[in-house]
Each structure stands twice: as C-alpha cells, then as structure tokens.
C-alpha cells in the first residue's frame, strides 16, 4: 500500500502484482466457505478484470458482465446507479449460484442494485469485492481489504490514451 503526498492526499496503491495476489486470496476465500458459484458476475467496468482473475482463480467458465454507471467522476456520483447495455441476458439466472465481483464496495450503492436485481431473477448471489470502504451500504461476503482511502488501480491509474476521447465513455 502505498501514501501519496503530504498525507492528505493518501491513496491506496494497488499494484498489478499486488493485484494478482489480492483475487487469488479472494478465490481462496469463496472456496473455503464452501459455496462454489455457477457464474461469475462481473461489474462494468472496475469489476472486469477483478471479475476474469478470480473467475480464472476459481476455475469457471461461466462468466457474465454487466454495465453499471454510477460514479462519472473522482467523488461525483449519478443520483443513482443504473444498468447500460448491452444487457446480460439474467432470464436463465433462477437457481444459479451468482458471484458478483467488482473493484471496491465504496458507497455500496452500484453492488446494491446488481445483487438485488440477480436475486429478483431467482439466483443466490454472494458479493466479493477487493476493497470495502466503512460506509458501504453493503457488505460483501468476500472482501480483500477495508479501507477509507480513495484506491488508485493498475487498470485505471493512467488516462484514457490520447485521441480515444468520447469511444471510452
């Protein structure tokens, strides 16, 4: 973990390696509470890659995404989250075993809606998440590491590439 500045601007700095580490410990802790998921849900867009890694980690095959916007910007939020397509098809979800996995349970209001609206589709659904902030609405079955600090992640520490502009969105 890492500190930027003078400490007022702390930051939690998770490293591509540190990162590899972190979904192979959150596979570690889905497979010691027993419950083994049929799908793995991942959050668009900081849940993808946590999502692959621990989809991979965990040895399924069946892996879904779905597309939620809800912060547009550092602490600026849409007045709700909402979903965007393209759309998982959740028609199928009855029965399965869901896990939901996405980057940080900050306000826990993006992982809220998803859980809710698999389980309204007849899954049961755990939540894993590789940082919890104490404010979460949420509190996810599998978490990482709790935190206060805003997280900077390999994935999204650099910006867009120059010239992506608008395609990025």
């Known amino acids: 973990m890492g500190r930027g500045g003078d400490g007022k601007d702390a930051r939690e700095i998770l490293t591509w390696d540190l990162f590899g580490r972190a979904a192979r410990e959150l596979a570690e802790q889905v497979v ?7 799908v793995v ?8 890659v946590p999502g692959g890694a621990v989809a991979y980690a965990l040895g399924s095959k069946g892996v879904g995404t779905l597309n939620v ?5 550092i602490g600026q939020t849409l007045a709700d989250p909402r979903v965007l397509p393209p759309f998982m098809d959740t028609g199928d979800m009855g029965g399965q075993r869901a896990l939901v996995v996405d980057d940080v349970a900050d306000s826990g209001r ?5 859980l809710k609206m698999l389980t309204g589709h007849g899954a049961e659904v755990r ?10 609405i949420v509190r996810p079955d599998y978490s990482w590491r709790d935190t206060d600090r805003w997280i900077t992640f ?9 010239g992506a502009g608008d395609a990025v969105g």
Do not use: N
């Open 110 to 114: 993006t992982l809220d809606l998803v």
């Open 32 to 38: 010691a509470s027993g419950w083994l998921p049929d």
């Open 41 to 48: 849900v991942a959050v668009a867009r900081g849940g993808l």
């Open 154 to 162: 390999p994935w999204s520490a650099e910006p867009p590439v120059e």
């Open 127 to 136: 939540s894993a998440v590789l940082y919890t902030k104490p404010r979460s």
């Open 69 to 73: 916007e809800f912060y547009t910007d």
